[in-house]
């Protein structure tokens, strides 16, 4: 294996780019291949098969670009793909789930924990799941929020009309008195400041990021996959539509200057 090969990352959109960011901060002698699905993005309100058919046909594409771990940095698909991804190819692969249950499980002081994340991340009851093996009095409330991904991505980060959906969401979960909110999809992170407005001092906001990034780095030391050449780290970014806005968009995310993406036809891997 070449240590000094990169580190495959994808998402539906720009939301795995909160993940790259925290990749970037943690591991930053690690080179990076970031693939996002802008042509079609959502994920969360697709079947399993499609969420199934859109990561295997991404993981070839990274795989042809010679990486030595993946990072899922999408919640759908690392909840419905991740297990299946993971048999079928002898790279390590890793998702945000049980990094993201970990941290909260770790921070909660009352055990009631919010989730909020894509109708099909929510529907899958993973981080349920997660969470209950973690510590089985733990209480769980979720809510899907579908509308917050297509908000993101057009970058209405601070917009009454983002505020108005995060009222109208997350007033439910206000009312249980939760003291830790798992933001669990990649995107939520990017309005994170508008959530945190809106629930108050009191709600711990998880950003599964922090802890994937973290994991990531264990994960290569244990098996000696550490790039330790001291050169300057390479950068990659890949859409499959959309190339300016996917960059201006980057360029705001990332403490990173991101000159340009390059456009696959996803399809044909």
Do not use: W
Request: charged letters at 20%.
């Amino acid at each position: 294996m070449d240590v000094e090969a990169p580190i495959g990352v994808f998402d539906s959109g720009v939301g795995g780019l909160t993940v790259v960011k925290e990749i970037m901060r943690q591991l930053p002698g690690e080179n990076l291949v970031y693939f996002g699905d802008t042509a079609r993005v959502p994920y969360g309100s697709k079947s399993k098969k499609t969420v199934l058919k859109y990561s295997r046909q991404i993981v070839h594409f990274l795989q042809s670009k010679g990486v030595k771990a993946i990072v899922i940095a999408c919640n759908t698909a690392s909840a419905l793909a991740l297990d299946e991804i993971r048999q079928e190819i002898e790279i390590p692969v890793i998702g945000v789930v049980e990094p993201g249950a970990k941290m909260a499980a770790e921070s909660t002081k009352t055990n009631n924990i919010g989730i909020i994340g894509t109708e099909s991340t929510i529907k899958s009851g993973i981080y349920s799941k997660y969470l209950r093996a973690l510590n089985p009095d733990i209480t769980v409330v979720s809510k899907a929020c579908p509308l917050f991904v297509p908000l993101v991505e057009e970058g209405l980060l601070e917009d009454r009309i983002t505020d108005d959906m995060i009222g109208r969401y997350l007033h439910e979960l206000k009312e249980y008195g939760i003291d830790s909110l798992i933001l669990g999809c990649t995107h939520y992170p990017l309005i994170r400041n508008a959530i945190g407005r809106y629930m108050g001092s009191g709600v711990n906001l998880v950003n599964p990021a922090y802890e994937t990034a973290k994991s990531l780095k264990v994960l290569l030391a244990e098996r000696g996959m550490l790039n330790k050449s001291g050169n300057m780290a390479q950068y990659e970014f890949y859409v499959s539509d959309g190339v300016d806005k996917f960059a201006a968009f980057a360029d705001q995310v990332l403490p990173y200057h991101v000159e340009r993406a390059n456009v696959v036809d996803i399809e044909s891997y």
